[in-house]
């Protein structure tokens, strides 16, 4: 194998079944979230009742993210990962049904939306044990000294998977309608499961099986606060993405503001998955491991610049660049971070640090989520796209200057001592 091989991970024949599997789920959950952003916006006309899709998710998102860590780290990962699966599917099937013409012509809207909800709520549960078990398995089944290769694969499959699941959702509402979507949604989740089997079962690699759990969420939770490196970089994509987040709200922009209907919606949607998956495929040949810290700090930032371009044009096609440009920044800093989670974890604390990880980042997806709702109630959607920006900026140049360990970063050493393993 090639130093530096930009195709080193996608030598292992299970790691391309892997991505497979993930290119289906994620291109299904994709479709799913835009779909039912799409329904939910339609039924009420209320930018909270968007804010209010990402609390129903966080709540059990969060609450369950260390102990689904623990679980994560004492089970076998490939039998754990299917038993998600299988339990997202029926999140799928009950949506198509809730959506489906015979179910809306005798369901209320209050009856279908609450269902939507209650759906949305057992999603988050499941989230909190899908990013610590992919993680995880990802790290069994390559070896060390290419985890930054696969990780960027890994992270670029799931933008490709974003970015076409996006674009399709946001047609398909317009070519075939919401329930027949969703139905599709099903289909892709029931491929996934099947696949899943194609990879073999994986090693338990944490031997404290004595450890209460009170100790084994401890343990991962002070890990993570005692490394300066993961904890700034985290804290850093937190809070941007909180306050920078605008996916919640591009189906507001999309009917009310630049008025292009469910094609622009799909369009708006994708350029940002578009912009990241650009920038990842080039870190495969452009590694980031030299001046780590400043390269996230400076990503972050101009996603932040972007974001508050996108909330001041009112020109469709400038809207779609400034998105274009917040998802290539935003690329960039999430195979960073990824690459600095894979490198500094250690193997017997992958499923606790990657839930530490949902809770700083994933779960601040739909805390931003309710964010934007909230404020696009409040003060109206340009004015809360633009304060999430500005406050990205801030916190960027806080973060910068309050942390020299990571603003200092460089994975360089780290990478050359796994390369020896």
């Known amino acids: 194998m090639a130093k530096n091989d930009p195709y080193a991970a996608l030598r292992i024949k299970e790691f391309n079944i892997f991505l497979l599997m993930r290119l289906l789920l994620v291109f299904g959950w994709s479709m799913q979230f835009i779909v039912i952003e799409w329904e939910v916006y339609s039924l009420t006309k209320d930018p909270l009742s968007l804010g209010l899709i990402g609390l129903m998710e966080i709540i059990p998102a969060f609450t369950m993210a260390l102990f689904a860590g623990h679980i994560v780290d004492r089970k076998e990962k490939r039998n754990l990962l299917a038993l998600c699966i299988a339990a997202f599917s029926l999140i799928s099937l009950g949506l198509f049904l809730l959506t489906w013409d015979k179910t809306v012509g005798h369901w209320s809207t209050t009856r279908i939306l609450w269902g939507i909800y209650a759906l949305v709520f057992f999603g988050g549960f499941l989230r909190s044990f899908f990013g610590p078990t992919i993680f995880s398995l990802v790290a069994l089944i390559v070896p060390k000294k290419i985890y930054p290769n696969a990780a960027t694969w890994s992270t670029s499959t799931w933008k490709t998977a974003a970015v076409l699941g996006a674009l399709f ?8 309608g919401v329930d027949r979507t ?12 099947i696949l899943t089997f194609r990879i073999k079962q994986k090693p338990i690699l944490n031997t404290k099986t004595e450890e209460s759990v009170k100790e084994s969420l401890k343990a991962g939770v002070k890990f993570v606060f005692s490394d300066k490196a993961i904890l700034g970089a985290l804290s850093l994509d937190m809070i941007a993405v909180l306050f920078g987040g605008t996916v919640a709200l591009l189906s507001v922009f999309a009917q009310d503001i630049l008025q292009v209907g469910s094609k622009g919606f799909g369009i708006l949607n994708a350029s940002i998955s578009l912009g990241s998956i650009l920038t990842m495929f080039l870190t495969t040949y452009l590694p980031i491991s030299k001046n780590t810290g400043i390269k996230l700090l400076v990503s972050i930032f101009i996603f932040g610049l972007s974001i508050i371009g996108f909330g001041l044009s009112s020109m469709f096609w400038i809207s779609v660049f400034a998105l274009f440009l917040s998802g290539a920044a935003d690329g960039i800093s999430m195979v960073i971070r990824q690459t600095i989670l894979q490198i500094k974890t250690p193997d017997d604390m992958r499923g606790r640090v990657s839930s530490v990880n949902s809770m700083f980042v994933g779960s601040s997806n739909e805390l931003g989520a309710f964010e934007s709702g909230l404020a696009a109630k409040l003060l109206g959607p340009v004015t809360a796209v633009v304060f999430g920006g500005v406050m990205t900026l801030i916190t960027v140049v806080t973060i910068g200057i309050k942390n020299p360990v990571l603003r200092n970063l460089d994975l360089t050493k780290d990478l050359e001592e796994h390369e020896k393993v």
Do not use: K
């Open 182 to 193: 969703l139905g599709i949604v099903f289909l892709l989740v029931c491929m996934a499961f």
């Open 169 to 176: 959702g946001g047609f398909s509402i317009h070519w075939m």
